[in-house]
């Protein structure tokens, strides 16, 4: 109980002050999103040595999509669907805070929308106008040799890094129940993200998800071909993973796997972000990647050298 006395307004101005800090900690929903882009570049151009550039970004969340590739509750690999899991949380916490900012929400658990059948989410995707794409996009958009180096691992396999091998199919149903599916989301697969993305002027695209070396490039929706429509794209490196076996050619572990691609992406397509950039605290980990940070100069042995007159993204 605070005495009536002359202590009392100041206790209280005491308090307010207190909350008004609090609360400035916490960026108003509107409030520009300041990132932290890494890319590498050639330095000098041309030479085939790579330097690690960061870049401040600040965007609107009312022009920034957030896409999220293929989390699905299953995956035909026992060690991806634990990954997935693992991640999951933090993703969600992510996602969260950038709706709450303004970002639309746009979950792509690509082969699963039978499940999301007549929820508004799927027809706010399905009523986007349709708006013509250049180049047109395509269901699954490969490695663009004129474009990248070969991938610096080797996922022939499929990229299962369990012993003994999974059996390989499709027994995915739908995106993992953890990640929250709210009022003003979308849920796709295809064309859909790039019309709903036409149709409220966002030109800022956030990709995370799965997998790195595969969907999180060449879906509809994703690295690839949002880039090639102009989109500035931005991968979230520590909310992803790769299907690597790390018997594989480069013979790395499997989280070194991932940062390699991630660098392959940097080099070739787009610039990175870690989530703590949105979240505070610390970028996410897997339990189980213990090495200390990686340095791109420390692992540019993997890489083969790029084709020659190969071109970068612009930057965003
Ligand atoms: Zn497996």
Redesign the pocket.
Known sequence: MIPNTPFRLPVLLGVGFWLASALAGRPQSGAPLVLTLRSLEQDPSGSGRWKTVERQARWSPAGTAAVICDMWDR??????TARVAEMAPRMNRFVAELRRRGVLVIHCPSGTLKFYEGTPQRQRAQSAPKVPAQPPLQGWCSLDPSREAPLPIDDSDGG???DP??QSGSPWQRQIATLDILEGDAITDSAEAWRLMRQRGITNVLVMGVHENMCVLGRPFSIRQMVRQGQNVVLVRDLTDTMYNSRKRPQVDHFTGTELVAWHIEKYWCPTMTSDQVLGGRPFRFAADTKPPRDYADHARFFAPAPPGVRRAPAP
């Open positions: 995956h035909w690999c026992q060690g991806a299962c890094d369990d091998r999974c």
